[in-house]
């Protein structure tokens, strides 16, 4: 049974580990973020939230921020992709999402539609600059950081670095870029570029994998559909052949 390691947060990782169980492989957790809420920028959004005629969700833990403190959005909502989509829908509201599940995506597919209006953006602090700078050229673009991204304060690492494991799939930028903060800190960069570098390892998307090979991880494996269900898919078409 091949082992695979989830680099998610841990409140996060379940969705993810039963999917893989599921199909027959054994799960290592190995969260390396953990959502810190900026509660002054969350009661920022729910005081001007009326203001706008569009918000922009590109995380489901934006969503889970947001619509746990604020009720009845009226403005139109774009997500970033289909689960994002389903998040948004659990608390009764409808959004629509690009075919590319990346904020390129929304800027191509959405430009016209959002020429000249007032747009919400609540999202990391330190989520990529692009969305918001090539709106903010066409219209009155609003950023919420509502949340940071931080390492969290117990790592198994070591206990990775010693086991077997065939796989790791790395959901977001701040995965990849944290498991190697993580190792900065231990002395151990070098042992973890090794080890992912003879690991089958699995992107959710371009930006991750961009991440990654940035950071020194060259033989990445990009899912074609950017949702961790694409993900479970690659991988499996990696490990079996189907």
């Given at each position: 049974?091949?082992?695979?390691?989830?680099?998610?947060?841990?409140?996060?990782?379940?969705?993810?580990?039963?999917?893989?169980?599921?199909?027959?492989?054994?799960?290592?957790?190995?969260?390396?973020?953990?959502?810190?809420?900026n509660e002054e920028e969350?009661?920022?959004?729910?005081?001007?939230?009326?203001?706008?005629?569009?918000?922009?969700?590109?995380?489901?833990?934006?969503?889970?921020?947001?619509?746990?403190?604020?009720?009845?959005?009226?403005?139109?909502?774009?997500?970033?992709?289909?689960?994002?989509?389903?998040?948004?829908?659990?608390?009764?509201?409808?959004?629509?999402?690009?075919?590319?599940?990346?904020?390129?995506?929304?800027?191509?597919?959405?430009?016209e539609e959002l020429l000249?209006?007032?747009?919400?953006?609540?999202?990391?602090?330190?989520?990529?600059?692009?969305?918001?700078?090539?709106?903010?050229?066409?219209?009155?673009?609003?950023?919420?950081?509502?949340?940071?991204?931080?390492?969290?304060?117990?790592s198994n690492l070591e206990?990775?670095?010693?086991?077997?494991?065939?796989?790791?799939?790395?959901?977001?930028?701040?995965?990849?870029?944290?498991?190697?903060?993580?190792?900065?800190?231990?002395?151990?960069?070098?042992?973890?570029?090794?080890?992912?570098?003879?690991?089958?390892?699995?992107?959710?998307?371009?930006?991750?994998?961009?991440?990654?090979?940035?950071?020194?991880?060259?033989?990445?494996?990009?899912?074609?559909?950017?949702?961790?269900?694409?993900?479970?898919?690659?991988?499996?078409?990696?490990?079996?052949?189907?």
């Amino acid at each position: 049974m091949p082992k695979v390691a989830i680099t998610r947060a841990a409140h996060q990782a379940k969705e993810l580990a039963n999917l893989l169980s599921a199909e027959g492989f054994e799960v290592f957790l190995i969260p390396t973020i953990k959502i810190v809420p900026n509660e002054e920028e969350i009661r920022k959004f729910k005081k001007s939230k009326n203001k706008f005629d569009y918000i922009i969700f590109t995380s489901a833990n934006a969503v889970d921020l947001v619509l746990n403190y604020v009720d009845e959005l009226d403005s139109k909502i774009i997500a970033i992709g289909p689960k994002t989509k389903k998040r948004l829908e659990k608390f009764g509201y409808k959004a629509r999402y690009p075919k590319q599940y990346i904020a390129e995506g929304i800027i191509e597919e959405f430009k016209e539609e959002l020429l000249g209006r007032r747009v919400a953006i609540p999202r990391s602090k330190i989520a990529r600059r692009t969305l918001v700078e090539e709106l903010k050229k066409i219209c009155d673009v609003k950023e919420f950081q509502i949340y940071t991204v931080e390492i969290p304060s117990f790592s198994n690492l070591e206990t990775f670095l010693k086991e077997k494991i065939d796989a790791i799939i790395f959901t977001s930028p701040s995965t990849a870029r944290n498991i190697f903060l993580m190792s900065e800190k231990l002395g151990k960069k070098k042992e973890i570029k090794e080890k992912l570098n003879k690991m089958i390892v699995i992107s959710i998307g371009p930006i991750t994998t961009k991440t990654l090979k940035e950071l020194g991880v060259f033989s990445v494996i990009t899912a074609e559909e950017y949702t961790i269900e694409g993900v479970v898919k690659k991988l499996k078409e990696v490990v079996h052949g189907n």
